[in-house]
């Protein structure tokens, strides 16, 4: 039989040498292809292809860019402080750390020995082995790091300005670009000792405009005496500075002092989308996670960057990273931060109350099963011991104010508070209340509180004055939004100018969010002035809402429908579940 495999011809002596070379040549391609690869995959840290970046972007999306964080999360982003001196910086180019900080100072600083070469050191010292051009040589030269200058002097910023532009023409910087001043006078400082703001300011648009601006405030903190925290004028006065720069704008801000002052940074973050914070610690600082945890809690996670130390740091970072914990609400902020509807779409918040439940709210299993905004009918009743206090009226059939949030507060789901106040006795009690309760560590919901008024245009007997109404809130408990109203009495022709005009004027001086309460079938009448209600400040929003009571839902819908096309950002819906899921059918086939 013969085989069916086919026997190779001899190939000689002369056919084996050029096998073998081939076999050599291909063995030397293989393993030269191998060294390749091996080091293209591992490449060391700062020799990988720097992807192209404004000195004027934002920080969060170049350190996405280059991998080393996976999301925009202030909290990921790792500091490296006081890389000064040579051997300092030395260290900081071969740490983990994200973002170089450095103090920039003049030589001689003060003395007879000044001059005009700005070099690295942080007061008191005014000397260094390292001048400003060294520094910044070796750091472009070597990493991809993100870079944080701190002047220390209003002299320094002039001469380390041409640097900077003098180097950006030979090559491209590549990274975010973040430059530092202390501009104003903050908490217990005895003596000014802020840098110029409008000459720094002024020089940084003139030499070199295209960087993050990092503001802040000259402060002083001791454990050993009382200490005073940002004040709301302190905010309001940097808020007139930078509410009209071109530039983003952080506010390093001391950790330690934030949360006292929370309503003021939590109003200034709400004025523009160009603003962030840095928490920064004082060396012998005590920072308590709690009190990290609350600002989180309370703001976007590209919103804050934290410059703290361990190990504080990673307790936080522990803590907050943990899904399942409960979480520390400020009672005034933004809903969008507390419930983080789908597409920040104002119209995907449910709101219930407004069906009149039979059941009593202790027993709602929507506490337990849903999430959304709770509307309470609050009017005062007599206690079993004889005193008025504040109940609320509808879905809980008379349940104290005080039982009604302490109910809420037990369940993890996130649920906001909507206080509407139907008589005028009922507003302080209801105020004193929240106050107690907040004292007690025991309010971590938002909390709305609405009211009819009467005020200008829409005086009307029998409603509060919008002036006490006002004066109430921000004497006995100021942490709330702020939800006026106007008299049904004052709308029956829709929402006309004057009607517009004169709650803004009420309204032009509260620092708290605010959101102007609409009414769904006065609004097909008239709108168009309710427009303006948006303009004034990003701290105002809208609410539109709508009961069985006042019609269907096809005679509110015109309302609806106006306000819907005119903007979907910073309008909420207070409207029965059956008319909210209609309205979003509408919305999502019209």
Not at 88 to 93: F, M, P, Q, R, T
Request: aromatic share 10%; net charge neutral; hydrophobic share 40%.
């Amino acid at each position: 039989m013969v085989s069916s495999r086919r026997r190779c011809p001899s190939i000689g002596a002369t056919g084996a040498a050029v096998v073998g070379v081939c076999v050599v040549a291909v063995i030397s391609t293989c393993i030269a292809l191998a060294v390749c690869l091996t080091v293209n995959r591992n490449p060391p840290q700062d020799s990988a292809p720097k992807p192209a970046f404004e000195t004027d972007g934002n920080l969060l999306e170049y350190l996405l860019n280059l991998g080393s964080i996976d999301r925009k999360d202030g909290l990921l982003v790792t500091w490296y402080h006081s890389a000064n001196k040579k051997s300092e910086l030395a260290a900081a180019l071969k740490s983990e750390a994200m973002v170089l900080e450095a103090d920039v100072n003049i030589e001689g600083h003060n003395t007879r020995n000044e001059t005009n070469k700005p070099i690295m050191a942080h007061p008191p010292a005014i000397y260094s082995d390292n001048s400003f051009q060294e520094w910044l040589d070796v750091v472009l030269n070597s990493s991809s790091k993100g870079v944080k200058l701190d002047f220390k002097s209003i002299k320094a910023v002039s001469p380390s300005l041409d640097i900077l532009l003098k180097k950006s023409s030979e090559v491209k910087l590549n990274r975010p670009l973040w430059l530092n001043a202390d501009i104003l006078m903050g908490p217990n400082v005895p003596i000014n000792t802020a840098v110029n703001a409008s000459l720094f300011l002024s020089l940084i648009q003139e030499r070199y405009p295209n960087c993050t601006l990092s503001l802040g405030w000259t402060t002083l903190y001791s454990f050993l005496f009382p200490n005073k925290t940002y004040t709301q004028k302190m905010i309001h006065e940097m808020h007139s500075i930078t509410g009209t720069l071109p530039q983003r704008v952080t506010f390093p801000v001391r950790a330690v002092m934030v949360r006292l002052a929370w309503p003021h940074f939590s109003w200034l973050l709400a004025q523009s989308d160009r603003y962030s914070l840095t928490l920064w610690q004082g060396k012998t600082d005590p920072i308590r996670v709690e009190d990290l945890l609350f600002i989180r809690d309370n703001s976007r996670a590209e919103q804050i960057y934290y410059d703290i130390y361990d190990p504080v740091l990673s307790q936080f970072k522990e803590a907050a990273l943990n899904s399942t914990r409960k979480r520390l609400y400020y009672p005034g902020g933004n809903l969008l931060d507390y419930f983080h509807p789908a597409d920040s779409d104002e119209l995907r918040i449910e709101w219930y109350g407004m069906d009149h439940y039979e059941n009593r709210l202790e027993t709602l299993p929507i506490l337990k099963d849903k999430r959304g905004m709770l509307a309470l009918d609050i009017a005062l009743q007599n206690s079993t011991t004889g005193k008025l206090i504040p109940v609320a009226l509808s879905p809980s059939a008379g349940l104290p104010l005080q039982q009604c949030l302490l109910t809420v507060s037990k369940h993890l789901n996130p649920w906001g508070i909507y206080l509407n106040i139907t008589e005028p006795g009922a507003l302080r009690p209801t105020l004193e209340h929240l106050s107690k309760l907040y004292a007690q560590n025991l309010l971590w919901n938002p909390i709305w509180i609405s009211m009819a008024l009467s005020f200008g245009s829409f005086e009307a007997p029998g409603y509060m004055q919008g002036e006490e109404f006002l004066t109430a809130i921000n004497s006995i408990f100021p942490y709330v939004t702020v939800a006026p109203g106007w008299p049904r009495e004052a709308i029956t022709a829709g929402y006309t100018d004057p009607l517009i005009d004169d709650m803004l004027t009420l309204c032009k001086d509260l620092w708290q969010q605010v959101s102007f309460q609409l009414e769904a079938v006065p609004l097909s009448r008239s709108w168009l002035a309710t427009t303006k209600l948006l303009e004034i400040s990003p701290s105002y929003t809208i609410t539109v809402q709508h009961s069985y009571s006042e019609g269907s839902y096809c005679d509110g819908f015109p309302g609806l429908r106006s306000i819907r096309t005119h903007t979907q950002k910073r309008v909420y819906y207070k409207i029965p579940r059956q008319c909210r899921n209609a309205l979003m059918v509408d919305v999502l086939t019209s």
